[in-house]
């Protein structure tokens, strides 16, 4: 009776085990999607890309094979399905000028828990001018939790107008992946009541924003012709195309390059312009 009973308890042992694995295999995963900015034309197509990630035990992966979806004034507009790395592609073709506010969202799906995230889709003529700002030079401490004075009241007359502003910002792993940092960013920028303008997230140096220059200006964004930034690296960007540069504040002796312009403050930087 012992042996029969010793083997009837590994039997449920073996039951409840399998009973709960199976359970815990059917409970959705926790996900997290982020989303970048996106910018285009009227009546041309956007490319919005969003990556779902999931985390199971202490690991975090793409999660491919999922649902995304796209909205727009509160409507899905596009769906797409996650690539192996948990990224997915939606177009979207907006038909006017200005700022789209976007939402994307995982679809129905029994594996990861709902979820969802949202960016700017910045929508632009090509023939507006444009002018980028070095986030660095809009933040009084190297923190960024104070602004430079008078940096959203003189950059709001110089976009109210006139320029359509990109805003640059350095990649930073410590604060987490290019779209976490183009997340904080924007709400930043929103705390701070600075224009809305299109967030790109670069590495550092010259050579980084210059390659986005040059892919800018391939890509037809050829009114884009000065940059207000802090860094001789971001000046020397601009310069090297034969573009203007302004840097803001005044840079320490010899930072500034040769043919650079320098403003004291933000409320001489439309002078310099």
């Not at 409970?27 to 041309?44: C, I, K, M, R």
């Amino acid at each position: 009776m012992s042996v029969l009973f010793r083997r009837a308890g590994l039997f449920t042992v073996l039951l409840f085990l399998t009973a709960a694995t199976i359970l815990s295999a059917a409970e959705p995963v926790p996900g997290t999607l982020t989303v970048h900015d996106s910018l285009t034309a009227p009546n041309q197509p956007a490319t919005i890309e969003a990556t779902l990630t999931g985390k199971k035990l202490l690991t975090e992966s793409g999660q491919g094979g999922e649902p995304i979806e796209l909205l727009v004034a509160g409507k899905v507009v596009v769906t797409s399905m996650t690539d192996g790395n948990g990224r997915a592609v939606l177009s979207y073709i907006p038909k006017a000028k200005g700022v789209v506010p976007f939402t994307v969202r995982v679809g129905t799906t029994p594996s990861i828990s709902a979820t969802e995230t949202g960016a700017n889709l910045i929508v632009w003529e090509h023939r507006s001018p444009m002018m980028a700002v070095e986030m660095a030079a809009l933040m009084e401490d190297a923190e960024g939790r104070r602004p430079m004075p008078d940096a959203a009241e003189e950059l709001g007359k110089l976009t109210q107008f006139y320029y359509n502003v990109l805003y640059v910002v350095t990649e930073d792993k410590t604060v987490g992946t290019n779209d976490q940092v183009n997340a904080q960013a924007r709400q930043w920028l929103k705390d701070q009541k600075f224009p809305v303008g299109h967030i790109l997230v670069l590495p550092s140096g010259s050579e980084g924003f210059g390659a986005k220059l040059d892919e800018l200006h391939a890509a037809g964004w050829k009114t884009l012709k000065i940059g207000v930034g802090r860094t001789k690296a971001f000046a020397e960007a601009f310069l090297q195309r034969r573009l203007e540069a302004v840097m803001v504040p005044e840079p320490a002796k010899g930072e500034a390059p040769r043919k650079a312009k320098v403003a004291k403050e933000w409320k001489d930087v439309r002078k310099r312009m």
